[in-house]
């Protein structure tokens, strides 16, 4: 059984704070997967936030460029998303995704509002 597992460093946070999401997979050969996190803010279509492949290349929402790394331990099984320079524009759920050329699986989602 596949199963992606977001813990949230914080789930409230003040403008220009930072944050750090982490997601364990099991049930999966973690290294073959590319892993990405994703967001969906009320009103609003699910979006990739960042992505990471197998090999290690990563590529960024315009939005979060400069402001979220995302990284990977694959002796952990578990992928990070580190956000700094928060602002109320990242509030949204966030999910964890496990995708190779067959599959796709998603986490449960965790909320991270930024607020004053």
């Known amino acids: 059984q596949v199963q992606l597992v977001e813990e949230l460093g914080g789930g409230l946070v003040q403008p220009g704070g930072s944050l750090r999401l982490s997601c364990a997979a099991s049930?999966?050969?973690?290294?073959?997967?590319?892993m990405g996190w994703y967001r969906q803010a009320p009103g609003k279509q699910r979006e990739l936030v960042a992505g990471?492949?197998?090999?290690?290349?990563?590529n960024y929402l315009d939005s979060v460029k400069g402001r979220f790394t995302i990284s990977r331990d694959n002796a952990k099984k578990t992928v990070y998303l580190q956000m700094n320079s928060l602002d109320s524009e990242d509030t949204a759920v966030y999910y964890c995704?496990?995708?190779?050329?067959?599959?796709?699986?998603w986490g449960q989602g965790t909320q991270v509002t930024v607020s004053s």
């Open positions: 990471i492949t197998s090999g290690g290349s990563t």
């Open positions: 995704n496990a995708r190779n050329f067959v599959d796709s699986y």
């Open positions: 049930g999966i050969i973690f290294s073959l997967y590319t």
